[in-house]
Nanobody, 123 residues
Framework: QVQLVESGGGLVQAGESLTLSCVDS????????MGWFRQAPGKEREFVAA????????FYTDSVKGRFTISRDSGEDTVYLQMNSLKPEDTAVYYC????????????????WGQGTQVTVSS
């Protein structure tokens, strides 16, 4: 059973920071890449960041490069998304994803999903 549990969302002002966490409670994906997606109201789910299972490679969508950092603690089966300099356009539900096959940037490539955590950035 897929058990990806996100936390850390909230309401912040523009320019502030948040750190999202995703725990793989079933320890299912410790040897798989993991990622973060987001979905704003009325928009499609979009790729944000991904990290290989070793943590040696990371990938970001252009709009968050230099502001967001993805990392993982394999011992804790947890993936993090550090988000700095947040902007109102970052407002969305953020989803943790795991077990990709193929293009990391496509939601359909990912086999496991968390329930999502809301991030709201006020101007």
């Amino acid at each position: 059973q897929v058990q990806l549990v996100e936390s850390g969302g909230g309401l912040v002002q523009a320019g502030e920071s948040l750190t999202l966490s995703c725990v793989d409670s079933g320890r299912t994906f410790r040897h798989d890449p993991m990622g973060w997606f987001r979905q704003a109201p009325g928009k499609e789910r979009e790729f944000v960041a991904a990290i290989t299972w070793t943590g040696s490679s990371t990938f970001y969508t252009d709009s968050v490069k230099g502001r967001f950092t993805i990392s993982r603690d394999s011992g804790e089966d947890t993936v993090y998304l550090q988000m700095n300099s947040l902007k109102p356009e970052d407002t969305a539900v953020y989803y943790c994803a795991a077990d990709p096959e193929g293009d990391y940037y496509k939601p359909t490539s990912w086999g496991g999903w968390g329930q999502g955590t809301q991030v709201t950035v006020s101007s």
